[in-house]
């Protein structure tokens, strides 16, 4: 064994990462000006139980991403990404959106 040296103790370190969470549906709710968008770590909660929550908040369920077109900014939350559009019942800007984010959802906010 020429050329080990016994003695040394071999340093092993390992990191583990999760894979990023992978979009599977979304709820838009035109009326309200926003659109969330759905990953696999929502779904624990069960499909049904997302979709009866957009429909009852008188949104659409969709297999496709949030439209890009308009986009005030996005909120980043635990398993899902609440999307803010101008106009709308609440007709967000991107001020009042950001404290949408924030002091409701304790999300993290970023522009479009």
Avoid at 10 to 37: M, Y
Avoid at 45 to 58: I, M, N, P, Q, Y
Wanted: net charge neutral; glycine share 10%.
């Amino acid at each position: 064994m020429a050329g080990c040296d016994a003695s040394r103790p071999v340093e092993v370190t390992a990191s583990f990462t999760r894979p990023p969470p992978v979009f599977r549906a979304s709820c838009v709710t035109t009326s309200l000006g926003v659109c969330t968008e759905y990953t696999d770590e929502a779904f624990g909660l069960g499909e049904s139980s997302l979709k009866a929550g957009c429909v009852e908040a008188r949104g659409s369920w969709s297999p496709a991403r949030c439209p890009p077109e308009r986009r005030l900014g996005h909120c980043q939350l635990s398993g899902a990404r609440r999307v803010y559009y101008p106009g709308g019942e609440l007709d967000f800007t991107s001020t009042s959106a950001a404290r949408d984010c924030v002091e409701l959802y304790q999300g993290a906010f970023s522009l479009r």
